[in-house]
């Protein structure tokens, strides 16, 4: 079986959900779980910084919006929509990324745990539990710090949802009216967004350096 072959093999698998199997054959090719969370836990922290990027750049769409004549509106309109659209697409990537994450960490350390047992010094039994004991804390901080973060998405694509869907009824002065009250909301939203987002990509990078130091 050649490469290309596998590689397609493996995609099959996961989207029928055959993490175990996945997981189990990438090991016999020398890519071990605790590899594939690193690499895992690096795209969840990209897609957080592609979504905290889009996030900026649709605000700034959206005041971009309350300062145009309405001559205009249906040209910002479009554009505003478009970055509602895109907004959307970085939030279930980040979802996405983190559901990754969890799946191949519940393997990992479903995995580890069982073998502890299979010790015969207990030594080394202790040691090793030592060091799953503060992987799996400094895990648990990780998905605590990324789901605070993701949670924070939804209710900003929410009103972004209300506000271009009224823009789309109503294309006059009151429908920018509604968009500038609704501005201010929104950049506090977004702010504590952001920070919530860096805060994350933080955790991520130490998370992945401790991990790669450990290995």
Not at 10 to 35: H, I, P, Q, W
């Amino acid at each position: 079986m050649n490469r290309a072959t596998l590689l397609l093999l493996l995609a099959a698998l996961l989207l029928m959900g055959c993490s175990n199997v996945y997981y189990n054959t990438m090991e016999k090719f020398g890519v071990a779980k605790r590899d594939i969370l690193v690499d895992r836990v690096g795209d969840a922290r990209k897609a957080q910084e592609q979504a905290k990027e889009q996030f900026s750049s649709a605000l700034e769409k959206f005041i971009s919006v309350t300062r145009v004549e309405t001559g205009e509106l249906k040209n910002k309109y479009d554009q505003l929509n478009r970055e509602y659209e895109r907004s959307e697409e970085r939030a279930k990537e980040v979802r996405d990324r983190i559901a990754a994450v969890a799946d191949v960490s519940d393997a990992l350390f479903g995995e580890w745990k069982k073998e502890l047992k299979e010790y015969s010094d207990p030594e080394l039994r202790r040691q090793s539990e030592r060091q799953y004991d503060q992987t799996r804390r400094r895990y648990e901080d990780l998905m605590s710090t990324m789901k605070t973060a993701a949670s924070r998405m939804d209710p900003i694509i929410a009103k972004f949802r209300d506000q271009v869907l009224f823009l789309k009824h109503n294309l006059n002065a009151q429908a920018i009216a509604g968009l500038s009250a609704t501005s201010r909301g929104l950049q506090d939203d977004i702010a504590r967004l952001i920070e919530d987002m860096e805060r994350s990509i933080r955790e991520a990078d130490a998370f992945i350096r401790s991990m790669k130091t450990e290995g």
